[in-house]
């Protein structure tokens, strides 16, 4: 498994707001649980990570924030994901 963070850039509805809105998991499967955090705090659970995107992504707008790296990505990608973490609060 790997976890997740959704960080919204943009708030096109105006509903959840902008920052951090979401976390999650990947399971080795491929299959998705997203916790959002809000006031009215609910679980989805999603095919898979592109599902996800396609779903809550407003085309760029919100992005997926990998805390664990994928157990198959090379060094680079180990390091970007790093990287990409410490810049989310």
Do not use: C, Y
Request: net charge negative; no cysteine; aromatic share 4%.
């Amino acid at each position: 498994m790997r976890r997740f963070k959704v960080k919204r850039i943009e708030d096109e509805s105006g509903i959840s707001g902008i920052g951090v809105v979401a976390e999650g998991l990947e399971f080795e499967n491929g299959k998705v649980v997203m916790q959002w955090l809000s006031h009215k705090p609910s679980v989805t659970i999603l095919d898979n990570i592109k599902h996800l995107k396609d779903l809550h992504g407003h085309h760029g707008k919100t992005k997926v924030i990998w805390i664990d790296p994928d157990p198959l990505a090379d060094a680079e990608e180990v390091e970007e994901v790093k990287e990409e973490t410490e810049e989310t609060p």
